[in-house]
């Protein structure tokens, strides 16, 4: 298994452009998020989304938007880049509740992402 | 809605014991998990802690006492390589308020010297 994988994962922007930060897993996870981690801010959870079809805002998702249309993928998309986007994002995934596990999330190596 | 509380910053020698604590205020949470990460990586799982108790996986033990409200990761006969943020979180209840969703603490960055 590849787990969680991210793509790019470095990427500078100039204000104003958009684009696309890539995440997919091969685990059959339904639960799959976003999170930002800005320098000593720790993980910040921008959207998350319990299962095909299904999203949800987290703490900080001004600016960004998601969808899922596989159990699989599930990009992040930056509308319109600004300066105080610069950060690392983190993909994570996690089997649904009750299926015997622990409450256990796992990440990607991240997205480092540079707004000029 | 939840708030983890975590020291900012510990720091001790190599082979030492380390208590990183994590107080919450939540109204509901499934448990408590502990995550390491090292600069420039990505967080990984240590421990959780679905009931009150100590859990062990090797050098690595964590605690919970929900009446208190708090828990704890320890890290024994520290090492070098032990050098890092760790991170507790929880998980909210599957509502339709928050459907499951993790929250973090804002991490404590260990320091090992020799």
């Known amino acids: 298994n590849a787990g969680v994988t991210q793509t790019p994962k470095f990427q500078v922007l100039k204000t104003g452009q958009s684009m696309t930060l890539q995440c997919a897993q091969d685990?059959?996870?339904?639960?799959m998020s976003w999170y930002r981690q800005d320098p000593g801010m720790g993980l910040r959870l921008i959207h998350y989304s319990v299962g095909a079809g299904i999203t949800d805002q987290g703490e900080v998702p001004n600016g960004y938007n998601v969808s899922r249309s596989t159990t699989e993928d599930f990009p992040l998309r930056l509308l319109s880049a600004a300066p105080s986007q610069t950060s690392v994002y983190f993909c994570?995934?996690?089997?649904?509740?009750?299926?015997?596990?622990?409450?256990?999330?796992?990440f990607g190596p991240g997205t480092r992402l540079l707004v000029l | 809605g939840q708030s983890l509380e975590q020291p900012s910053e510990v720091t001790a020698v190599e082979g030492a014991i380390v208590q990183i604590n994590c107080t919450y205020q939540t109204s509901g949470f499934y448990g408590l998990s502990w995550y390491q990460q090292h600069d420039g990586g990505a967080p990984t799982f240590l421990s959780y802690?679905?009931?009150?108790g100590l859990e062990e996986t090797g050098r690595f033990s964590s605690f919970l006492s929900r009446s208190d409200s708090y828990g704890y990761l320890l890290l024994q006969e520290l090492q070098m390589k032990d050098s890092a943020s760790y991170f507790c979180a929880v998980r909210a209840p599957m509502t339709t308020d928050s459907w499951g969703k993790f929250q973090f603490g804002a991490g404590t960055q260990v320091v090992v010297t020799p």
């Open positions: 685990m059959n996870h339904e639960y």
């Open positions: 994570a995934s996690s089997p649904w509740r009750g299926t015997g596990g622990k409450e256990t999330q796992y």
């Open positions: 802690n679905a009931l009150d």
